[in-house]
DNA sequence: CGTGTTCGTTATAAGTTCTAACGCACGCTA
DNA sequence: TAGCGTGCGTTAGAACTTATAACGAACACG
C-alpha cells in the first residue's frame, strides 16, 4: 500500500497549526500591511505564548515568505485551472482582475514594492515561470497579426531566454509582455487606491486595455 | 523689507538637522526598504542618542510621510520643468523613466505597495493633481487621433471629475490614462526586479510601449 | 508500558518606538 | 551686556517587538 499519504498524527497537527498561524498572517496583513505583521499578536490570538510559533516558522521573514509562496502558488493555479478549461486571452485577464480584487494585499505579496536585499527561493521563481508559461500558451493560441513586426519584437528574437523552448514566435511573446505590464499597470495603480476620488470606473479602464491587447494593433 | 526671507538661527540650524535626518533616512530605506527604516538606527549614525529625533519629527510614520511628500514634490518638479522647456510626450516618459531609475525605492514611495489603513494627507493629493494635470496638459498638447471615440472615452466623458476644468477632450483623457498605467506597469516591474534574466531589455520594452502610446492607436 | 521526540512554557537578551523629566546652552530682548 | 525664555539633547522608563535558551509535560511509537 502507499505509505506516502498516511502522515503520523504529529504531522498532521503540525499542518494544521500551521495552516491557523497562515490564516491570522494573512487577516493581519489584509488590515495593516505586511510590515505590520506580528508573530506574538498571531501567538495571543491563538492563545497561545510568543515563542511557541518559532516551532513552525523559523522566522518572521520565512513566514512572510511563505505567504508569498502560497500567493504565487495561488495566482498559478488560477490561470493554470482557467487555461485547463479552455479559457482565452480575455478569460485569462478576467482571472486576474478576480484574483486580484479578491485579496489586494496578496496581490500585492507577489507584484509590491520588493525589499532590496531579498532574493526569493528557486522554488518561487519557479512558480512564476510557470505562470509566464500558461500566458505564453494562451497568447500564441490567440494568433498572429498581419502587420510587420515591431522593433522590440525583433529584439525580442534575440532575447528570448525568458521563453525557453516554448514554440511561440516573437509577436505573441510581445504580446503575453505586455498582457502582463498593461494590466498590472492598471490593476496596481487601482488597488493602490490611486484611482479613488477620479470619477471613472477602473473596471472599464481594465477593459480597454484589454480590448487592446486582443484586438493586436494595442488601442 | 520682506522680514519673510530671515529666518532665525534656531530655524535655519533645525531646517538643517531634519534635512540631514531625511538624508539618512533616504539611504537606509534604499538599502534595506522602507518597512526597515529605523529611527534610533538614524540618531546613532548622527551621533546623538535616539528620543533626540523626535524633536524634528513627531513618529517614524511622520518621518515617512515626509519622504512621501518630498516623493511627489521632486516627480512633479521633474515633470513641470520639463513642461516648461517644452517636452512633448515622449520627453514627459523619458523624464517619468529617468525619475525612476535615479532611485528606484522613491518610484515606490510614491507608487508602492500601499498601508491599508493610510490615508495620505491633503496637500500631497494636491501634488498628485499637479503632477496629472502636467501629464493632461502634454496630451491635450499632443493632439488627436482620427478613429471613432472608444467606449471608455464614452464613459470618460461623463466621468472627469477628476479632470477638473481641463478643457483636454475625452480622448487626451484616455491617453493621459493609458500613459500613466502602461508606463507604470511596464517600470514598476522592472524596478521590483521582475524582468531580472529573462534576457530582454526593459528600456525597449518601454520604448515599445512609448511608442504605440504616441502613435494614437496603441501598439 | 517505558522511551524519546516534539511541543509549549517561562526567562532572557537585544532591539524598536515613543513619553517624560531634567538640564544646559543658545539667542533674543531689555 | 546681562538676563531670561525657548528650544535642544540627554537619560530613564514603559510597552512593544523578534528571537534564543532551558525546562517540563504530553504524546506517539516500539
Known sequence: MAETGTRTPRERYRDQVRTEIKDHAREQIATAGASALSLNAIAKRMG???PALYRYFAS???LIT???????????????TAAETGT??????HT???WALADPQR?????????PGYHAPDDITGIASEIM???LDACAAAGLSDGPATPFETHLGDHRDWAGDHPAPPESLHRALTFWTRLHGVLSLELA??????GFDPAELFASELAGLVEQRGE
Open 66 to 80: 511563505e505567504l508569498v509562496r502560497d500567493a504565487y502558488r495561488s495566482l498559478a493555479d488560477s490561470f493554470r
Open 88 to 93: 482565452d486571452l480575455p478569460g485569462l485577464a
Open 60 to 62: 518572521r521573514d520565512d
Open 48 to 50: 497561545m505564548s510568543g
Open 96 to 98: 486576474l482582475r478576480a
Open 107 to 115: 496581490y500585492f505579496l507577489v507584484y509590491g514594492t520588493p525589499v
Open 193 to 198: 487606491g490611486h484611482f479613488t476620488g477620479m
Open 133 to 135: 508559461t500558461t500566458l
